[in-house]
């Protein structure tokens, strides 16, 4: 990507590398771009706002409010203005705030706006680098598609040696012009249906035989095919996450039945198909038309349940060319049943994760996976967030479809 006329905003934020940042400044506008700046507000114990608007020839955004005279700067119309957001120096402090969408000051709520490519610095000590809380907020930015340059070795403001110096701005400026053009995404003109969250299989009017599944992983599959350019069908259960990518549409079902008929008009059309959710294997095989009363019942209640639909392994027999992903949450004996599964309904990839580790499974936002392939390879991953798995699970999609 040339930067030649691109419209960079620098974001600064409270570290002593903000120094770096006006050399970058002027590195960029000898490249042709146009910059403007937001500071922080701890950015200006750092450098003052007066060298970055001569070196920008803009005035630099530091508060919501301009002025005593009550004017104020708008963070939607930086965010929608730029082309490239790169945050240099990013702080830990910025970092962990962005990662979690908290916007307490001018810069975050940018970022919380903008809809172009978002690029961080990391500057700070090694062991706040190498900390765990940070390592895991990095995490969450990359699966959200913020693009991190990792920083370097060398001697850092505390007196210790190693890594946590904010990248050179040459360096910088190399890798803000190397970026991938939009249309370079991986899964452009891809079509991809992914099924999510629970079915619900109604009894009577008011209850229903269901599951713990919250949907979050079959949403954060969409949310990551969409960033890679997909178009996404996500036909989902009764779940309360929702989707905020304008490339996924969103198919609301209740039943296994209405999942598969759903999923059954999507399948043809598509080139990749999820099967994230956790669909009822058993319905009720009559439903009462009124709400069943325990006075009425005073020896218990029988339900007689039917088999439904087996939708993954209806829609595998009829591919005509699909990449077909399964999941598997076992309770036991996971592997063998993994693998089954991935055979028996002939899948190109099977996700398994298993109750019996912690932090996985229904309710929590974190799992962890072993990816199977039909090749025999098995990938095993430690615990994430279920965003960073769903970003791991799509890459090894896009690995096999180039393989």
């Given at each position: ?77 930086y965010g ?24 307490d ?7 919380l ?117 997909a ?5 989902h ?22 999942m ?6 999507a ?12 669909v ?43 990449f ?20 028996r ?59």
């Amino acid at each position: 990507m040339s930067l030649q006329g691109k419209k960079v905003l620098l974001g600064v934020c409270g570290g002593i590398a903000a120094y770096k940042s006006a050399v970058l400044v002027r590195l960029l506008i000898k490249a042709g771009a146009e910059v403007r700046v937001i500071m922080t507000p701890s950015a200006r114990e750092f450098v003052g706002t007066v060298t970055f608007a001569t070196l920008s020839k803009h005035p630099v955004a530091v508060d919501f409010v301009a002025g005593p005279d009550g004017s104020w700067n708008n963070h939607v119309e930086y965010g929608l203005w730029a082309d490239i957001i790169v945050v240099a120096p990013a702080t830990a402090n910025t970092i962990a705030r962005y990662a979690h969408g908290l916007c307490d000051n001018f810069l975050l709520a940018t970022l919380l706006s903008a809809r172009c490519p978002v690029v961080f610095a990391p500057a700070m000590d090694l062991d706040m680098w190498k900390h765990p809380a940070t390592q895991r907020n990095i995490d969450l930015l990359r699966a959200s598609g913020v693009q991190i340059i990792s920083p370097a070795d060398g001697e850092l403001a505390s007196g210790l040696t190693g890594t946590g110096r904010m990248e050179e701005p040459d360096a910088i400026l190399q890798y803000l012009a190397h970026l991938p053009h939009p249309e370079n995404k991986r899964l452009n003109g891809k079509k991809v249906l992914i099924t999510a969250g629970p079915t619900y299989e109604a009894i009577d009017p008011v209850r229903f035989i269901g599951n713990h599944s919250s949907g979050k992983m079959g949403f954060a599959l969409a949310e990551v095919c969409a960033r890679e350019g997909a178009i996404v069908t996500l036909v989902h259960g009764p779940v309360h996450v929702r989707a905020s990518h304008p490339n996924i549409h969103t198919v609301p079902v209740v039943s296994a039945r209405e999942m598969f008929d759903a999923a059954s008009t999507a399948f043809a059309t598509c080139d990749i198909f999820i099967a994230a959710a956790a669909v009822a294997d058993f319905t009720p095989a009559d439903t009462a038309e009124q709400k069943i009363k325990k006075e009425n019942s005073d020896t218990g209640l029988t339900l007689h349940l039917k088999k439904t639909t087996d939708i993954l392994g209806t829609l595998s027999a009829q591919k005509t060319g699909q990449f077909i992903v399964g999941f598997a949450l076992e309770t036991e004996n996971g592997l063998q049943h993994a693998q089954e599964k991935l055979q028996r309904k002939q899948l190109d990839m099977c996700v398994l994760n298993q109750t019996s580790d912690t932090g996985a499974g229904f309710g929590y936002d974190t799992n962890k996976i072993s990816l199977l392939h039909k090749t025999g390879a098995i990938v095993n991953f430690e615990l994430k967030p279920k965003a960073v798995v769903a970003q791991d699970i799509v890459d090894h999609i896009i690995q096999a479809l180039h393989a």
